[in-house]
């Protein structure tokens, strides 16, 4: 997706999240099908085991969007199953848990991945085995899977925060990005889209990017850090649900609540007392049951013979709609979502 300057915008339009995760993702593939679009005729597969590995299993993130995998995967007639650690950096936990489940014959692994290399030899043998392998969330190489289930394109994404922190601080000053693991293949992407859209302003710097690991705690310090480090700092970008939460609940209880903005990727549960109170004016995000539910069906439909996620055959099948493949194997649920004082109680997760 192309995006010109600083007329980029986001749509900011309230969508009810209070609905089953098949229901969102039809409502997202409205309009894609055509009459020449190829269907599958090859029947859903039932009786296999799909297991989700999210980054972090104890994320409210990752938690509401692996619930959206599992209501997928059981009304499909599969078994679910969910494993991983409790760190947002535990790369070796990851490669430790993919071979368990290569081991026990699983049918399809769906997994965010903490690195985008260090994964590669083991998910490459659980594809030599026949199991289909879906990234969501954050990407591997496009080798090491079968579908990369993007949350919502890079460029829009990373553009978008850009021009919020942008629009919050007048468009001139001071700002730090708050990222999660300096090895997470999604926050680095969308950072680096973040830095081209604010170079198009001169009056902006970006004075640092810091690393909070996904923690709560070492994200809580760094904000602390940071505005210590910078007195003239305007506006922080966390890109992290963690880390936006985190730096929210420092700025909430110090003298730079309101003068100091804040601006990333949070859920609105997460965040609705900072936007109520006055922390955080807006920020952005996507339905995670979405991307969830959206993977469990690409696994199903690999493991089906619905798909073969090739540029060839670029559809995914729902029962009421279609979403193209890209020619990189990444399909795309739709756009983000823009939360603020307006909308955010129209959303639950």
Known sequence: ???????????????????????????ACGGLESEETKKPDSPIKKGLTVAFLPKQVNNPYFATADAGGAEVVRKLGSTYKEVGTDSGIDTAGQISHIDSLVEEKVDAIVLSAQDPEALCPSLKKAMNRGISVVTYDSDTSKECRNLFIAPAGAEELGRTQAELISDQIGREGQVAILSAAITAPNQNLWIDYMKDELKRNDDITIVEVVYGDDNAQKSRELTRQLLQKYPNLKGIIAPTTVGIKAAAGYLADSKYQGKVKLTGLGTPNDMRPYVKNGTVDSFVLWDPAKVGALAAHAAIDLQSGRTSGKKGEPIIAYPLGYLLIDENGVVTPGKPTVFDKKNIDNFDF
Do not use: K, P
Request: charged content about 5%; proline content about 0%.
């Open 1 to 27: 997706m192309t995006v010109s300057g600083t007329s980029f915008r986001v749509q900011r339009t309230a969508v009810l999240a209070a609905v089953s995760a098949t229901v969102l993702i039809a409502g």
